[in-house]
């Protein structure tokens, strides 16, 4: 389904037998690094900082500034995470134009959209990034594994396997991850803040566009002739797997994935 990848980089993991959604003890503050490293301290330059209060320090910065804070920081250990929906079109147009060598990753799920995958070709034409793709065990083997349809059976050890597990990889050497998430996503996004330590994974994390609204998103796409997954077109404000994203048929942008399922986040993001 993924089709052909030219100039994108596959450092396809080695998954270890860990559980999947054990949380990770935090130590003196900090918290062990995801990929069973040892734990790590929120520090910036050589400093171990109160996160809360350089998160605060930042607020008002806008999604470039923030964007051009956190390179000048962080990269070349920074990871720019892109789903290859709207708000990654936008988060890539910005980071490009600050550092063109901005470091960009996906987990590959093997279940994404033909359009999606055309997004990311798109991209990586329009901009030349350098792109890292992260992907669990082939659907044979998960198959094999824990049964057929896992995603209708447990989405959650689903997500675990073919994104979580993935995204330690992605993250195991990086300071500091950028996501694409906004307060408007969903009641569960409303209180994310633009910068903040991620617990789960051990390091920075950091949400440019936390305050952007659909409209501020869509004028950045049209004024800048920035590629954008055309699914959203179609009725689908939030894209994931194709067997758990369907057209919401509410507001809530984000009811259309897992349709049926209490589950609104596949675990990255939490
Ligand atoms: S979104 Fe669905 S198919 Fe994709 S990893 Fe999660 S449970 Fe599996």
């Known amino acids: 389904m993924s089709g052909a990848q030219p100039a994108i980089r596959d450092p396809r993991i080695a998954l270890r037998p860990r559980p999947f959604h054990a949380e990770e003890t935090p130590t003196d503050g900090g918290s062990a690094n995801g990929n069973g490293g040892p734990a790590r301290l929120p520090m910036i330059a050589g400093e171990v900082v109160d996160p809360a209060a350089v998160g605060a320090q930042v607020e008002d910065l806008g999604a470039r500034e923030l964007i051009a804070w956190a390179i000048e920081r962080f990269h070349p250990e920074l990871r720019f ?4 929906q709207k708000t990654s079109s936008v988060i890539i147009d910005l980071a490009h134009s600050i550092q063109p060598e901005a470091s960009f990753f996906y987990l590959d799920t093997d279940l994404l959209f033909e359009e999606t995958y055309a997004t990311r070709d798109a991209l990586v034409e329009r901009y ?7 992907a669990g065990i082939s659907l044979e083997e998960q198959a094999e594994r824990e049964g057929a349809s896992l995603w209708r059976r447990h989405p959650d050890a689903c997500c675990g396997i073919r994104k979580v597990e993935p995204m330690r990889a992605a993250l195991s050497e990086a300071e500091c991850w950028v996501s694409g998430i906004r307060r408007a996503d969903s009641p569960t996004r409303a209180g994310a803040a633009k910068l903040g330590w991620d617990k789960r994974f051990g390091l920075w994390k950091l949400n440019p566009l936390a305050d952007w609204t659909d409209e501020q998103i869509w004028n ?16 689908y404000p939030s894209l994931g797997c194709t067997h758990c994203t369907v057209r919401p048929t509410d507001a809530d942008a984000r009811s259309g994935r897992w349709s049926g399922f209490a589950k609104n986040e596949c675990g990255i993001n939490e």
């Open 81 to 84: 995470a892109v789903s290859f």
């Open 128 to 134: 030349g990034l350098d792109l890292r793709r992260y």
């Open 220 to 235: 950045h796409l049209r004024e800048n002739q920035v590629p954008y997954n055309p699914l959203h077109d179609q009725g």
